[in-house]
């Protein structure tokens, strides 16, 4: 109340209250902007509304005026997505225009005080720009106004996608399972004959159907050898016979052959009259891995042919020997009649119990462990009327495990149409749904491999080759197209001309598979066609009557090894091409090299010869000057043939390469310096214990040769104290070698330049050198896997260092 007793004026926060994040949005927004106008000439009932909407915990709009202005909270606001926060203050239609085809019809209901529900409802919504479908469970409210017309509208909404999704996802593959369940199951239960398979030496049982387990009383005798399974045969030499069958690899008929069974389990053995064939069953070698057992019961029949008085006995026995558990009730619904199964499977249930006894007695649960109400027991359905076949319950006993049933509950009546009583048959299939369980546990093991196999897999069925199966493999190597259901033609035109299809049908004919070897196949894949490799099978499928029923396709695509190959024996062509052209230009170079040196130094020796000649004859005659120009044409002459011996060993550096052997570089650096006869001013340090290497050795030693020249040369002539160091260290695979001196030293812009044919840094008539023993030591050195570089600066020496192969 205010000072003079009036109502407080309801502020901003009042109007929207709260702390998060909506309610913070609606406080700072200006709400003149929109058709609501300010808020404080709100009506109190929109205010009321918006309260409600900030305070609620479910996601909740208010939309108010006939332009449904929206308002909603942080719940709701996961539900607008991109649209929020213009959406906020914004008009109904115009935020969620995709779904007024729906709500047009709506809200005039609600606006006239019509409350509107829908419960898990599909709605085309765009939250992020792209229309998907919702489902929703909401609630559409009136919201009056003060004069009592309805101002707006209050919508709480569950956005229930995920769950309905997965509640159809989840019914569709339940759906499925059953009916391939019931279908497997249907055609078992349907075969008119007892079946089993009994596969080695000791014939173990790996399959029986329903009619041979009912032949041999229900026992359990799957993973059994014949003789443990079912031992009072033994001495009727049925094992015998399978021996033989499985040592002739012929089939043993019989008919009306006499056959004693334990069928109760309690020792007693019961006459049974067959008509049977022991079929071997054999691999594709031809050797026999088991026998079919395929029998007809023909007691019947037999005892037919008997008096009619050991006929009615015998029946009455049979009747006695029933293997299913039988209870019959009166019409009061009291227990009558146990039979000894019934008696094994429910021993705490006794004559006269009522059926509300028998619930207190016995516990009775449906599948998905709620009990049964003692009207809702099989017998007392029954009871009313109802047949009850092959339904499906739990047992539960204290101290034991639960046991699964199966049974029908009929009611039964006399001639005169009237209810004498109730039958209730049940027999125990814990076993046999524990086995159901772990063979559908094995096909969906198979069918992941199947699925996760890395190669492209495709089984087709009949002869006009249906496709049943194709892996995400095979279907991403052939373009994903559509695949199941087709024809191989159907689903490959592509590949008709090119007589793939053909090949099934050969298949198909002569149980024969087909292997191809990097064959070629023109494939269309994503809208192009391509030239692909493959290695593929075309294995037929045989059944159990040994002929074809399909074909399956295992295929491995080669393209890229293929076309790899092709490559590599394209580019050795070529370089066998390239080699053997190489091979002939250096065996031309060298004759030119070698005729183009003898040409040239044919005149520079006449030249040299004739100014030698002039020496001898006039030298003391000339005068200083002309023997100077002598001595100077001499020299030029020995530097011209210094450089035709360098370009012809440069020519032949990399080209020319001798046999490697041990190469003592100690011996060779010794020869190297016995050779260059320094002058003895000059000293010369060498590392002791130079290593040996697997070497070519001369081209080693014109290393050094050039190396230790070129360092003795320069010092010598710079220094009055000239010293040369070589030393060595490993360097991996390699040893690294240096060769220092004290001489003048080089420039660091000159580190590279030296390395070039022809290159000096002194004049020649200064230091004499053609040029180009640094060149053929590169060349050396790089071809035969090694560096060489130097380290110098003027005036403080310079250090050749270089790596040669261990």
């Not at 929206?70 to 203050?89: E, S």
């Amino acid at each position: 109340m205010t000072a003079g007793g009036g109502r407080r004026a309801a502020t901003i926060d009042d109007v929207f209250p709260g702390a998060s994040a909506l309610a913070a949005l609606c406080r700072a927004k200006d709400w003149g902007a929109t058709p609501l106008g300010p808020v404080e000439r709100w009506p109190q009932s929109l205010k009321t509304a918006v309260s409600i909407v900030l305070g609620s915990s479910f996601p909740t709009i208010v939309l108010w005026g006939p332009e449904l202005v929206q308002i909603y909270n942080d719940g709701y606001r996961l539900l607008m997505g991109d649209k929020h926060p213009v959406g906020l203050g914004q008009g109904n239609r115009e935020c969620w225009p995709e779904v007024w085809h729906i709500n047009e019809g709506i809200y005039p209901r609600v606006f006239q005080g019509e409350t509107i529900s829908f419960k898990e409802t599909m709605y085309p919504l765009a939250p992020r720009g792209r229309v998907e479908e919702h489902y929703l469970t909401l609630c559409y409210s009136p919201v009056r106004d003060e004069s009592g017309a309805v101002g707006g509208v209050l919508v709480t909404v569950f956005d229930v996608t995920q769950e309905v999704r997965t509640r159809i996802e989840r019914d569709r593959a339940l759906a499925e399972a059953k009916a391939e369940r019931e279908r497997v199951y249907e055609v078992f239960m349907q075969v008119p004959a007892s079946i089993a398979v009994l596969e080695g030496p000791e014939h173990s049982f790996t399959v029986a159907n329903p009619r041979y387990l009912e032949l041999v009383g229900r026992r359990d005798v799957i993973g059994k050898p014949v003789r443990q399974a079912l031992p009072e045969v033994v001495d009727q030499g049925f094992p015998d016979l399978l021996d033989s069958v499985r040592r002739s690899g012929k089939p043993f008929v019989a008919h009306d052959a006499l056959l004693k069974l334990d069928r109760r389990g309690d020792g007693a053995l019961e006459d049974v009259y067959l008509d049977f064939v022991y079929q071997p069953l054999k691999d594709a070698s031809g050797s026999v891995f088991g026998i079919m057992a395929h029998a007809v019961e023909t007691t019947e029949q037999v005892l037919a042919r008997k008096r009619v008085e050991e006929l009615a006995a015998e029946r009455a026995a049979m009747l006695g020997q029933i293997a299913d558990a039988v209870v019959t009730f009166d019409g009061e619904g009291r227990v009558t009649f146990l039979n000894d199964m019934a008696r094994a499977l429910y021993p705490e249930l006794r004559v006269g119990a009522t059926f509300a006894e028998q619930q207190e007695r016995l516990a009775l649960e449906r599948l998905d462990g709620t009990p049964y109400s003692a009207e809702e027991l099989p017998a007392a359905r029954a009871r009313r009327g109802e047949r009850v076949i092959d339904e499906v319950w739990i047992v539960r006993r204290p101290g034991a495990p639960p046991r699964r049933i199966q049974g029908s509950a009929v009611p039964v009546y006399g001639e005169g149409g009237g209810q004498l009583g109730v039958v209730l048959t049940a027999r125990d299939i814990t076993e046999q749904h524990r086995l159901q369980k772990e063979l559908e546990h094995e096909r969906n093991r198979l069918n992941d491999v199947f699925q996760q196999a890395p190669a492209a897999i495709m089984v087709t069925r009949g002869p006009s080759h249906v496709i049943e199966a194709a892996n995400p493999l095979y279907a991403h190597v052939t373009g994903d197209r559509p695949l199941l259901g087709k024809t191989v033609p159907e689903a490959f035109p592509d590949l008709v001309d090119q007589g793939f299809p053909a090949l099934y049908d050969q298949v198909l004919a002569t149980r024969e598979p087909y292997v191809g070897n990097e064959a070629l196949v023109r494939v269309e894949r994503f809208g192009r066609m391509e030239e692909t490799y493959f290695n593929f099978v075309y294995q037929p499928l045989i059944g159990e009557d040994g002929s074809a029923f399909g074909v399956m396709t295992h295929a491995i695509e080669v393209t890229d090894m293929v076309r790899a190959r092709q490559q590599a024996e394209q580019r050795a062509a070529e370089l066998a091409r390239l080699t053997q052209a190489l091979e002939q230009s250096n065996r031309e170079l060298d004759r030119f090299a070698y005729v183009t040196s003898h040409d040239l130094k044919a005149p520079l020796r006449g030249i040299a010869s004739l100014a030698q000649w002039i020496q001898e004859d006039v030298g003391e005659q000339l005068s200083p000057g002309s023997q100077e120009h002598v001595r100077l044409l001499l020299g030029r002459v020995h530097r011209m043939e210094a450089l035709i011996d360098g370009i012809l060993a440069y020519s032949r550096a990399g080209r020319v390469r001798e046999s490697v052997a041990p190469v003592d570089t100690a011996a060779v650096v010794k020869e190297v310096l016995d050779l260059l006869a320094p002058p003895e001013h000059v000293r010369i340090e060498v590392q002791p214990g130079l290593p040996t290497l697997t070497a070519e050795r001369v081209p080693l030693q014109q290393v050094f040769m050039n190396l230790l020249g070129n360092a003795i040369k320069y010092s010598a002539l710079a220094r009055p104290d000239p010293l040369v160091r070589l030393t060595f260290q490993p360097a991996g695979d390699a040893y690294e070698f240096a060769i220092s001196d004290n001489g003048p030293g080089i420039a660091p812009e000159y580190h590279d330049r030296i390395w070039g044919i022809f290159q000096t840094l002194e004049a020649r008539d200064k230091v004499e050198g053609a040029g180009i023993g640094l060149s053929v030591v590169k060349k050396i050195i790089e071809t035969r896997g090694g560096r060489v570089w130097v380290e110098s600066a003027p005036g403080q020496g310079a250090t050749f260092r270089f790596t040669w192969p261990k």
